[in-house]
């Protein structure tokens, strides 16, 4: 009686392990130099206290890759995305990802006109400041979220009639930037005073949406949640 042996072959897991903060690795290609084999599983391990920048995952087959972050994945300044993916996979967060926080909202603007003079000026708008989130660019950076700046101001500088005060206006101030994963604030009004014939105004800004945690959330499956921190599609 002959005996018949089956030998049982798998394929490699490469395993790979963030160590440093990056900005949009490409996974692909580390995992090939980890010796992955085109078929086999990776496992991409981000380490505690490291940052990952804009990860996006487009180019590996379905249900290969497998993410275990301890550290933070996270959206650049102004809404960034922090995870986009189009490949199923698995994700294991035991850290924090997170879209950028949202700009603050444009200032209002103002003017007033003197009733003896056919001057009318408009003041100029605050612009919103930065939401927190990673540096768009360069090394790896982690920035709080920015107030917005003031608006310009404006005074009549002509005579003004007995007893009456010369107009002035002011545009509104920029609001300030959204946190990670939260919205902008909006701007703030544009405000007036003085002795005017006619004023005008424009409304401020509401601040931008935060960013998002994930993009391709249907491609995800999620082992531990962990801190997700904004809007997720």
Request: charged residues 15%; hydrophobic residues 35%.
């Amino acid at each position: 009686m002959t005996a018949r042996r089956m030998l049982l072959t798998t394929a490699r897991t490469a395993r790979i392990v963030i160590s440093a903060s990056v900005r949009s690795p490409d996974i692909r290609a580390l995992a090939l130099a980890a010796g992955w084999d085109g078929a086999g599983q990776i496992e991409c391990v981000i380490n505690a206290g490291v940052d990952v920048a804009a990860l996006s995952i487009t180019t590996l087959p379905h249900d290969v890759l497998h993410v275990i972050n301890n550290g933070r994945i996270g959206g650049v300044v102004n809404g960034g995305t922090g995870l986009y993916t189009r490949s199923r996979m698995r994700l294991t967060n035991a850290g924090t990802i997170f879209g950028g926080g949202g700009r603050g909202g444009e200032g209002g603007r103002s003017w007033v006109k003197y009733r003896f003079d056919d001057e009318i000026f408009w003041t100029t708008p605050g612009q919103g400041g930065s939401g927190a989130g990673f540096s768009a660019s360069g090394p790896v950076v982690f920035a709080d979220q920015q107030g917005g700046d003031y608006g310009s101001y404006w005074e009549y500088s002509g005579a003004v009639a007995g007893g009456e005060t010369a107009p002035w206006a002011r545009g509104g101030t920029g609001g300030t930037g959204g946190g990670i994963g939260a919205q902008g604030l909006s701007g703030q009004a544009a405000t007036y005073g003085g002795s005017y014939q006619d004023v005008g105004i424009g409304a401020p800004y509401p601040g931008a949406l935060a960013g998002y945690y994930v993009d391709g959330n249907s491609f995800i499956t999620w082992l531990v949640t962990g801190t997700r921190l904004g809007r997720v599609t």
